[in-house]
């Protein structure tokens, strides 16, 4: 058993690459626009979530990162969101293409006609790829889950910018 799952491990290592060579004290801040679903028992309203991100690197794969956005949606009628995470990432280089995943725990208040006005807790995973374009700027594509509960959660899907500074 032990032989399986060393050789599992290792077969990750491989097909994920070597980790990106992010400097420690390297900083990222990205702009996202993404489509958003919010689901509730007898709700799912969609819309779209505009957010930012912060990031700043711990090693050459692992940041430490800070989220906040505001979202609208619409089902029955309007409804709003505002949430923030921290957490952590980590990122694989391959070539020019950057995967990385990310998990983080925060709150969002969600308010409007279908719902009643409340803070709540979050856990959140998420995964992207961003391309690259030069050392200080790249686009990519992120995909995150976030809930609180086994009846409630929040999706987002989309596009975003990352600019970095701090690597000299």
Known sequence: MRRAVATAAALVCVLAGPAARAEDGERAFSLSLSYAS??????????????????RGLSDAVW??????????????????GHAIIGLTYAFDVLKYV??????????????????TEIE??????????????????WGFVVRYETYTHETSFVT????MTWRSGFF
């Open 121 to 138: 807790p979050l856990i959140e995973i998420g995964a992207g790829i961003d391309f690259l374009r030069s050392r200080e700027f790249s």
């Open 38 to 55: 919010y689901t509730i028992p007898d709700h799912e309203p969609l819309g779209g979530v505009i957010g930012v991100d912060y990031e």
């Open 99 to 116: 995967p990385y995943a990310n998990v983080g725990a925060g709150a969002i208040v969600v308010a409007g006609d279908e719902f009643d």
């Open 157 to 160: 899907a989309g596009a975003r």
């Open 64 to 81: 430490v990162r800070g989220s906040a956005g505001g979202g609208l949606y619409y089902s029955d009628g309007p409804a709003y969101s």
